[in-house]
């Protein structure tokens, strides 16, 4: 077993990483279905919430059906992080997550995310004041270092520590790298050996199947394993996995009407959420990605794009649902 703080997690827990305009309650929904062990909202703005931001007030809503999880914000300045804290706090999530590692150029600009690679000093100053701010356990995401020739994630993850963090993620590439290269798990295996290390150490950074996942979980001895971009699209990942360890045998692929159900699920949700209109509008990144390798969606993806109503929704599942079966039968 796992613990941050009070929260007990899985033996290897499985998380669902925070992507922003991913990781909203709906898509986070169907991954705790297909097994995700712990998930995080999509990263806050500590400025925004204390602005009262709608958008950043949005990304507060956590539902009972998602415990444990995490709400995760990011910020350069330590007065604004630690009343953002306080103001997470109040909606109960299970804990608070800072984020040291989103490398997008307008977050960095502001000396909030990745920016604060460069200054080990201020990110600590940071995490101490969120720390000090909130009852709740507090957990860090971040990356190796600012570039190859600035990785300094072992004295980050001994300095982070002695804050008082929970655990800590670390996205085994550099800012420099983006999402781009192959990341390097090596890095995490020199902290998990490291005999000072006593919170838990979760990696994250390619992990897109099961092979690998096991791989990683062998080869590296971290204490869990962090899957972001791999689930979208895709939230039976989290299960294929877990299937996988137990067993070394593969899950079935899901099938066509698990792909329609799931998609069905997730505009409902949405709806639920955002109402009809603004949660169908934000489906439609979703779709392609719920059929990738699915030969002739094409021919449906327009439909899927132009559904404004869930009457609509449900009628194109219909039709995609029958074209499906007919060519599976031809076939």
């Given amino acids: 077993m796992i613990k941050i703080g009070n929260i007990e997690l899985p033996e290897f827990p499985l998380l669902l990483a925070p992507m922003e305009d991913v990781s909203d309650p709906p898509f986070r929904r169907l991954c705790k279905m297909h097994g995700a062990d712990l998930m995080y909202s999509e990263f806050i703005s500590s400025e925004g919430l204390i602005r009262d931001a709608i958008k950043s007030r949005k990304k507060l809503d956590i539902f009972d059906y998602e415990r444990p999880v995490g709400i ?28 040291f590692g989103c490398p997008v150029k307008k977050v960095v600009c502001k000396g909030a995310g990745a920016g604060v690679l460069k200054d080990i000093d201020l990110m600590v100053r940071l995490t101490k004041a969120v720390v000090r701010s909130t009852h709740l356990p507090v957990t860090v995401k971040t990356r190796l270092g600012w570039d190859s020739t600035s990785i300094n994630i072992d004295e980050v993850a001994e300095r982070l520590q002695e804050t008082g963090i929970k655990a800590l993620t670390i996205h085994a590439r550099t800012r420099a790298q983006m999402y781009k290269g192959e990341a390097d798990w090596e890095h995490i295996s020199r902290i998990k050996q490291n ?83 603004l949660g169908l509008v934000e489906m439609r990144q979703h779709y392609s990605n719920y059929f990738r390798g699915v030969p002739h969606f094409k021919e449906f993806r327009k439909k899927f794009l132009e559904v404004f109503t869930l009457a609509e929704m449900d009628a194109l599942i219909s039709e995609t649902q029958e074209f499906y079966t007919h060519y599976q039968e031809q076939v």
């Fill in 72 to 99: 995760q914000i990011f910020g350069g300045d330590e007065e604004a992080m630690a009343m953002s804290a306080r103001i997470v706090e109040t909606v109960n999530p299970d804990l608070v997550d800072i984020n």
């Fill in 195 to 277: 005999p000072n290390i006593e919170i838990p150490i979760f990696g994250n950074g390619d992990i897109d199947s099961s092979e690998k996942a096991l791989e990683y979980k062998q080869k590296y001895a971290c204490d869990g394993i962090m899957i972001g971009r791999a689930a979208i699209g895709y939230p039976w990942i989290f299960n294929e996995i877990k299937h996988f360890f137990r067993t070394g045998e593969h899950l079935p692929e899901p099938t066509i009407s698990d792909r329609l159900l799931a998609v069905k699920q997730h505009a409902e949700w949405s709806v639920e959420w955002k109402g009809e209109r």
